[in-house]
């Protein structure tokens, strides 16, 4: 699986988004871009997933640059509950098989009043 | 909905004993995978099960093996504790091996 690189951290006023970029220069054309966060002391919490197309759900939205070399998740409003450390991972995915989920260091964001 | 549970919270063992932790997946999802999370770190991946079968093994030693019952629930099992065995470990259910992953809020074992 390719590997991801991240920031270690950033910070992001409350209200404000906060834009959270991930390299992942060697993805394979097979390799989806996901993203997961983790609250302290909690277990990681799933957020979004997607391939080459850009995503949106409640809670996020994920941008994927066209050679699909980066991507951007993007929380609108961040709000206090937002602090947290954001794995981005790629992962092959086929119907059949198994595709192991490798979580790097991470980003550590703290949403600021 | 009940997401993934696991059990127990906390524990405590000595080095050289033997601890099973227990995860029960979300109702519907097949496969259950484990993880062991050192504190500092991201979650590091040790096993994934479909269908009462091993799929996949990350890079830890034989002392650690794992099950999965009919009823799709998980057992993992660590023997010959040593202090660095102490860390969260996390289960994490998905309906199939390729689906994403839901986790449970993690058994935290300290080895004394």
């Known amino acids: 699986d390719a590997k991801t690189t991240q920031p270690p951290s950033m910070d992001c006023a409350e209200g404000r988004a906060a834009n959270l970029p991930c390299n992942h220069s060697?993805?394979?054309?097979?390799?989806?871009v996901y993203w997961y966060r983790q609250i302290h002391s909690q277990g990681p919490q799933y957020i979004i997933h997607g391939l080459k197309n850009n995503e949106t759900n409640e809670m996020a939205s994920l941008i994927i640059t066209e050679d699909r070399k980066s991507s951007t998740l993007i929380l609108p409003h961040a709000t206090l509950r937002d602090t947290a450390v954001y794995y981005c991972?790629?992962?092959?995915?086929?119907?059949?098989?198994?595709?192991?989920?490798?979580f790097g260091a991470g980003t550590q964001v703290v949403v600021t009043p | 909905d009940a997401g993934v549970t696991q059990s127990p919270t906390h524990l405590i063992k000595t080095r050289g004993q033997h601890v099973t932790l227990r995860c029960s997946p979300i109702s519907g999802h097949k496969s259950v995978s484990w993880y062991q999370q050192v504190l500092g770190q991201g979650p590091q991946f040790i096993f994934q099960?479909?269908?009462?079968?091993?799929?996949g093994r990350g890079n830890f030693p034989d002392r650690f093996s794992a099950r999965q019952f009919p009823n799709y629930s998980s057992e993992l099992n660590v023997n010959a504790l040593l202090l660095g065995d102490s860390a969260l470990y996390l289960c994490?259910?998905?309906?199939?091996?390729?689906?994403?992953?839901?986790f449970g809020p993690g058994t935290r074992l300290t080895v004394t």
């Open positions: 994490a259910s998905s309906l199939s091996l390729s689906y994403e992953q839901y």
């Open positions: 991972i790629v992962r092959v995915v086929k119907t059949d098989s198994w595709g192991k989920f490798q």
């Open positions: 060697t993805i394979s054309g097979n390799e989806y």
């Open positions: 099960y479909y269908e009462k079968e091993e799929r």
